[in-house]
């Protein structure tokens, strides 16, 4: 079992950056593709991003490949994602989630076994 630790998150101007981290614990972090979700207030969760279990072929949805940059650190037990020139719209609970199956990871939510309590990330225009 990972337990998954978020942070970066907090009130930022519109055009600004963003770094989130995803801190996990346990030794068999390696062993975990991981994701990142986002969900507004009254919207479905929403997937960003996710990384392999070695940290190549990253993958993003269609809306999100120019802005956000998923990446990793196994030495360091941490996955990042990168947010750049951010818009109101971005306003969310940003999640990192572990998925133990598939070794790309997945877009769907439910494919993922464990998950992080979430990151507030609110975006002044």
């Known amino acids: 079992q990972v337990q998954l630790v978020e942070s970066g998150g907090g009130l930022v101007q519109s055009g600004n950056s963003l770094i989130l981290s995803c801190v996990a614990s346990g030794p068999t972090f390696n062993h975990y593709a991981i994701g990142w979700f986002r969900q507004a207030p009254g919207k479905e969760r929403e997937f960003l991003a996710a990384?392999?279990?070695?940290?190549?072929?990253?993958y993003y949805a269609d809306r999100v490949t120019i802005r956000f940059t998923i990446s990793r650190d196994n030495a360091q037990n941490t996955v990042y994602l990168q947010i750049d020139s951010l818009k109101p719209e971005d306003t969310a609970v940003y999640y990192c989630?572990?998925?133990?199956?598939?070794?790309?990871?997945?877009?769907?939510?439910?494919?993922?076994?464990?998950w992080g309590q979430g990151t507030q990330v609110t975006v002044s225009s």
């Open positions: 990384i392999s279990r070695t940290g190549d072929n990253p």
């Open positions: 989630a572990a998925d133990k199956v598939r070794q790309y990871g997945s877009s769907w939510y439910w494919d993922y076994d464990y």
